[in-house]
């Protein structure tokens, strides 16, 4: 069978199992994902064997030290992707809420309802955590879905589908509810991109390359994120300690995400007090600075800055390597996010509550904090069990995406034989 027909067969296949999953209740959802753990639960040991297969593999290959973070199982990534799995069972079903109910003239009364979307294709690269994110949420939401990660993962995919699957048959479920396109092949990316007849929503996570190929050749809507390039602004009227902690964990707690913070503003009359001492905490762990000429100019005495140059604004480093400008004030920094940002994920840092509510008002990103690490920008963070991407687009979902963003809205009318006159 080639790509093509056997993409085909898995579009149907979807189409059909969507039906099904549409009709079942709350508790036979919230089962076969209690299911679904158990056998994750269970297989363990050899989840981890196919996840060095992979490593190993990935390791020949040369891939990036980033690259290999996020493809990596650790204990402690293993017990986060079965505890977002309860969590999902613990959200309540989006399915179904009514909202907006209002009462009409004539005694009709009109509101909206909660509906799965369909059909849902997830393309995404590296993290096999990802397949567990998805399919959870998809069956939550009553969506049938069609994963397909990216060739370095592929034995840690399809383990992690095999337990899926036997965790929906074991509750009578549509085995199609969530299928592992197998193929490694890149042409099938290409097929599933143009399936609109049986895929109603893709949804992107993976590098630049892949997420810019994909909207190019695509025909079924997109939910999805081209870079995180995130920022830090330390305002003048900051606390100096939750300013210095902040900006610290927003870039070294984890190099390799979308949410990791890439560039550092800081207002000029607290640049003195606050750049050297993160100056050193950076160092320590060995992040590059590069910076503008009054960063260069404060730090002169602690280390070599590389002068940072205006392609350093734009980049999405996703390593060790943080850009840091030193702006006027809130003004010159709002300018610069809006300007060379990505619409992802931006914090200020200030006691000043009218600055605070400006900033969360004028930077036009997906999440907007005050006070707190850039890092927190992600669904299990935000209360949502897990996610299945993060949007920077404007329409339908935004931000991590979670249950509510898997699913639509119809409206719905209660007559009692009015009839239009």
Not at 97 to 102: A, G, K, Q, R, T
Not at 202 to 224: F, N, Q, S, W, Y
Not at 307 to 325: F, H, N
Request: aromatic content about 4%; hydrophobic content about 40%; some cysteine.
């Amino acid at each position: 069978m080639d790509i093509r027909d056997y993409m085909l067969k898995i579009g149907k296949a979807a189409r059909l199992a969507s039906v099904s999953i549409r009709r079942a209740s709350t508790d036979q959802k919230n089962i076969a994902l209690q299911a679904i753990g158990e056998q994750i639960l269970g297989a363990r040991k050899h989840l981890m064997l196919e996840n060095e297969k992979d490593l190993e593999a990935g390791r020949a290959k040369g891939l990036s030290d980033a690259l290999l973070d996020r493809l990596a199982f650790t204990d402690a990534s293993f017990d986060a992707m079965v505890n977002g799995l309860e969590q999902v069972v613990q959200l309540q079903d989006p399915v179904g809420e009514i909202s907006n109910l209002v009462r009409r003239p004539n005694g009709l009364q009109i509101g909206k309802m909660r509906t799965p979307i369909g059909v849902i294709g997830i393309i995404y690269e590296s993290r096999p955590n990802v397949t567990i994110d998805a399919a959870s949420l998809c069956l939550k939401s009553g969506n049938a879905t069609i994963l397909r990660g990216g060739s370095e993962a592929i034995h840690s995919n399809r383990a992690l589908s095999e337990c899926i699957t036997r965790g929906l048959t074991q509750n009578s479920l549509h085995e199609c509810v969530v299928q592992l396109v197998e193929h490694t092949d890149r042409d099938a990316v290409g097929e599933l991109v143009k399936m609109d007849r049986y895929v109603d929503v893709i949804v992107l996570r993976g590098g630049k390359g892949l997420i810019e190929r994909v909207a190019k050749e695509a025909t079924i809507p997109l939910i999805k994120h081209l870079d995180g390039v995130c920022h830090v602004y330390i305002d003048e009227d900051a606390d100096r300690e939750k300013a210095i902690s902040i900006a610290f964990n927003s870039k070294t707690q984890r190099y390799a995400v979308c949410n990791s913070m890439e560039t550092l503003l800081v207002a000029a009359p607290i640049a003195p007090d606050v750049l050297p001492e993160l100056a050193n905490q950076y160092l320590k762990v060995g992040v590059e600075l590069r910076g503008c000429d009054d960063t260069k100019k404060i730090l002169s005495n602690i280390c070599q800055i590389v002068i940072a140059t205006e392609e350093d604004w734009g980049t999405e480093y996703l390593g060790p390597v943080l850009s840091v400008k030193v702006v006027k004030g809130i003004d010159c920094a709002i300018d610069h996010i809006n300007e060379y940002g990505s619409n992802h994920t931006d914090t200020i840092v200030t006691e000043n509550y009218s600055k605070g509510r400006r900033f969360i008002r004028e930077v036009d990103s997906s999440s907007v904090l005050i006070n707190a690490s850039t890092r927190f920008a992600d669904g299990f963070e935000y209360g949502l069990g897990a996610e299945i991407g993060i949007s920077t687009d404007k329409l339908h979902a935004r931000g991590p995406v979670g249950l509510e963003g898997l699913t639509s809205q119809k409206y719905i009318v209660f007559g009692d034989g009015q009839i239009r006159q």
